[in-house]
């Protein structure tokens, strides 16, 4: 009977060793994959960093560079002037900035090289060998053959209007927002919003204001102010 007692203790001890090793096991494994889902979400932590993102609050300016049209971004957030860059225009696609900007100079930019070379266009006439003629024959034909000339496109210079706008004619209200026809001392005429007069060439508006002006004296009378 005391063997059989022993015998039944060493069972008894064996299994309760076995249990210890399995939970140390499983234990060990827990920890293990503990760790890699650690690593993993550090890792997608790492990845999953939004990238900075850059709006642009107003377009300043355009130019011709290469043949390229590129726009002077001021970008939201950034006030010193040495943050602001030229962008091409693909890059400003769907940006109601360019929208707003466009609109206030009246359109799209041409491009120099287009406009000179619809300048310097001829018309060919026939398509045959045309025969010489005299310098007398050549002076009647121009002079009685109507033709109409085709003037050269034209856009208002970049930066500021000050030396180039002889004056402001008149200013219309035109639904919520007021319009200002321009006379260029190159002759031209063109309409702009008035908050791109303002920031182009204030003091030709500020002459126009000057100009309209209306006095009274003590009588009532009205007097214009002097010009």
């Known amino acids: 009977m005391p063997l059989m007692s022993g015998s039944r203790r060493s069972a008894s001890d064996h299994d309760d060793s076995s249990d210890d090793l399995k939970a140390a096991k499983y234990a060990d494994e827990e920890n293990e994959e503990g760790e890699e889902e650690e690593e993993e979400e550090q890792g997608e932590g790492e990845e999953g960093e939004p990238e900075p993102e850059y709006v642009v609050e107003k377009i300043l300016d355009h130019k011709w560079e290469d043949g390229i049209l590129k726009y002077r971004v001021k970008w939201q957030g950034y006030e010193k002037k040495s943050d602001q860059t030229w962008e091409p225009e693909e890059t400003l696609e769907e940006v109601q900035a360019l929208e707003d900007y466009l609109k206030a100079i009246g359109g799209k930019p041409k491009s120099p090289e287009k406009a000179s070379a619809k300048r310097g266009r001829k ?11 005299s310098k007398k024959s050549r002076v009647k034909q121009e002079n009685t053959t109507p033709h109409t000339k085709e003037e050269p496109e034209w856009d208002p210079p970049a930066g500021s209007w000050e030396e180039d706008v002889r004056m402001i004619e008149t200013l219309e209200r035109s639904g919520a927002d007021h319009i200002c026809y321009v006379q260029w001392v190159n002759g031209r005429r063109s309409q702009h919003p008035l908050h791109v007069i303002y920031q182009r060439c204030p003091q030709k508006m500020l002459k126009f204001y000057e100009s309209h002006l209306v006095f009274r004296d003590s009588a009532g009378t009205i007097k214009s102010s002097p010009k």
Not at 123 to 133: A, I, K, L, Q, Y
Request: hydrophobic letters at 20%; aromatic letters at 0%.
């Open 123 to 133: 018309s060919t006439g026939n398509s045959g060998v045309s025969t010489p003629v």
